[in-house]
């Protein structure tokens, strides 16, 4: 009960760091005097390591024993989300380019 208990105080701790940090890099651009693409990548990192630790900490994904089928079937789900994701980015990216007079 106690190691489950050190490990929810630890993920909360590191998704409210992550979380602060993301706002803050938003909420206050002149303390943060990066370009627009670097805080595009560095928002994107963090939401990975968030996702990361929702999981790792939250659902304990790394947690179970005996059969890994929870986690079998979570890195499918992933993996299909990603690929949507991924799949409608790029047929954005490709109609904004072939859309726009040149």
Do not use: C
């Amino acid at each position: 009960m106690h190691a489950r208990l050190s490990s929810r105080i630890i993920g909360y701790v590191s998704s409210l760091i992550l979380t602060l940090f993301a706002f803050s890099l938003i909420a206050y651009p002149d303390f943060f005097p990066f370009k627009t693409d670097l805080v595009i990548a560095i928002l994107l990192i963090l939401a990975a390591l968030q996702s990361v630790a929702q999981s790792i900490f939250f659902l304990n994904v790394l947690g179970e024993k005996g059969p890994r089928w929870n986690l079998i079937v979570f890195t499918s789900t992933l993996s299909i989300i990603l690929i949507i994701v991924i799949g409608a980015i790029w047929i954005m990216h490709h109609l904004d380019y072939n859309m726009m007079p040149h």
